[in-house]
C-alpha cells in the first residue's frame, strides 16, 4: 500500500488548495477552498465519475463547492436570509442523498427522519462555525479541523474508509488554514467556511448512518459535537498563555467526536464477537484457528 | 384441378412453415434455482494474491429452446447485499459506499440480449451487465453444463459462463492500487422448468 500516495491525496492535495485559496483571496474563499480540497481529494481517490453523480453518496464534494460559494455571501448581510439560503441548501443536499433509499427502502416518515436528522447534522456545524467568530478564530479553526479528523476516525470503523478519507481531506484543509490563521497576515474568515463546512459534516455524518455502518447512537453524538467548537472557543478564550487555549480548545473539541468513535468500535467489535462466537478448529499447535473477522457461519444468518 | 392441389400444397407448407416458427419462438421458462446456482469472483490483492468471493443470493430466469438456441434469453438477478468472503468486516466494507453500497444499488443484473450458438452446446452471449446503476454491454462464451430431468420429475438445465470486467468501468472505483481493477466473474446456475 502506497502510504505516502494516500496521504498526498487525502491530506496533502486538499490542505493545499485551501490554503492557496484562502491565501490569494484574504480568506474571502476559505470555505471554497476547503471544498475545492475535498473535491480534489474525491477526483484523486476515484478518478472522474461523471457528473451527476450516479452513487448518491458522491455528491458531497460538489454540494460542499456549491457551499463554499454561499460562503461568499457576508454572514452580517441580511442574515435571516442568509440563513434561510443555508438551511435550504442543506435540505436540497439531504435530499441528493437520501433520495435513492426514499425510491426503494424508505417510508414517508424514514425518508422525512433522515432528511432532517441530515440537515440539522449540518446545521449544528454551520451555526457552530459562524457563531464561533470573531474572537477565537484560530481556536474555532483547530477544534473544527478536529472535529472533522474524529469524525473521519468514526466513519472509518463504520466500514467506509472512502468516507473516512473524505472526512479527512476537510479536516486537512480547516488545518491548512488553522495554519494560515497562526500567521500575521492569515486572516481566516469562519462564517466564510460554514455552509461549506456544514454541508459537508451534514453529508459526511449521514453517508455513515444511512448507507455504512455508524450507529444512530454515534450519529447522534457526532450531531451535536460541532456545538463543541462553541465551548473549546470560550474555555481557550479563558487560557491566559494563547498556546495553552489552543490546546484546551483542542481536547474539548475531540472529546464528543472521540465519544462517536468509542461507539462505533464498540458496535464493529461487537460484530467481530459475533462473527467468532463459534469455536474455530484448533491449529496444528492448539491455537485457535482463523482470525477474529472470520465468518464461522459460511455467510448463513 | 391442378389450382386446387396447388392451393392444398400451398397451405400445408405454409401451415407447417408457421408451425415451425411457432415451435421456435415458444421457449420453454425455467426459473434459476439458487441453491444450485454459482456467482463466483475473483480479483488482486495488492498485486501479490488472488481472493474468492460469491454472492449467496441469486434469482433469474431463463427462456431456454433446444431447438432454436439463439430464441433463447436469460436474466440473473445477483443480491449485492448477500456477497461473501468468509470475512465478516471485509464483506461489510465490500457492502459500504466504498464498492457496491448495496443501499442504493441492491441488485446486480446480468440480461442477455443475444444467444449466438457455437460449437457443441456452447453459445457466444452478449449480455448487459447492470452494476452500480451503470450499464455496460459484454460479450462471453457460456456452455450448457446439462439438461434432462430431476428425481422429482422437474426439467433442468444448467449453464455456466466466465467473463472479466474492469470494475472502475461501474463506479466501482475505490481503492484502485489495493484492490485490482480486472475482475473475474464465474456464474454457474441451473434452473427449473415452470
Known sequence: MDVVGLLLKSAVAPGAVALLLAAVSRGRLAGVGVAGGLLTTYLLLLGWQGFPPVDATHWAPWVALAGGVLGLWPADRAPAARLAAVVVALLGSAWLLVAPLAAHAFSAGETALA???????????????????????????????????GMAGALGLSGTLFGAQLAGAVAAGLGALFLL????????????????????????????????????????????????????????????????????AGAVALVPVGAAGAIAQLASASDGDAASATPSAPGPDGAPAGDEAADDDYGYE | MRS??????????????????????????????????????????LGIGT????????????????AAPDK?????????????????????????????????????????????????????????????GVTKTITFTAKKTGEGKDPWGGERVGFEGSFTVNRLDYGVSYMPEGLGKDVTLIVAFEAVKE
Open chain 1, 115 to 149: 432528511l432532517a436528522a441530515t440537515a440539522l447534522t449540518g446545521l449544528a456545524a454551520e451555526r457552530a462555525t459562524v457563531a464561533a467568530e470573531p474572537q477565537a478564530g484560530r481556536a474555532g479553526l483547530l477544534a473544527l479541523a478536529l472535529v472533522f479528523a
Open chain 1, 181 to 248: 490563521a497562526l500567521t500575521p497576515f492569515g486572516r481566516v474568515p469562519l462564517p466564510a467556511l460554514g455552509p461549506a463546512v456544514g454541508i459537508a459534516y451534514g453529508l459526511l455524518v449521514a453517508t455513515g448512518g444511512l448507507y455504512a455502518e455508524l450507529p444512530p447512537l454515534a450519529w447522534a453524538v457526532l450531531a451535536v459535537a460541532p456545538l463543541a467548537v462553541l465551548l473549546a472557543r470560550s474555555l481557550g478564550a479563558r487560557a491566559r498563555r494563547p498556546l495553552v487555549g489552543l490546546a484546551v
Open chain 2, 4 to 45: 386446387i392441389k396447388t392451393l392444398i400444397t400451398t397451405a400445408l407448407a405454409a401451415g407447417l412453415l408457421l408451425a415451425g416458427l411457432g415451435g421456435a419462438a415458444s421457449a420453454a421458462s425455467y426459473k434459476v434455482d439458487n441453491a444450485h446456482t454459482s456467482v463466483i469472483f475473483k480479483a488482486s490483492h
Open chain 2, 51 to 66: 481472493f474468492y468471493g460469491r454472492f449467496n443470493k441469486v434469482d433469474g430466469s431463463v427462456a431456454w429452446d433446444a
Open chain 2, 72 to 132: 433463447s434469453a436469460f436474466t440473473i438477478t445477483v443480491d449485492a447485499d448477500s456477497v461473501f468472503t468468509a470475512d465478516k468486516k471485509r464483506d461489510t466494507h465490500l457492502k459500504s459506499p466504498d464498492f457496491f453500497n448495496t443501499k442504493q444499488f441492491p441488485t446486480i443484473t446480468l440480461k442477455s440480449t443475444a444467444v449466438k450458438p457455437g460449437a457443441k452446446d456452447t453459445f457466444e452471449v452478449t449480455a448487459d451487465l447492470t452494476m452500480k
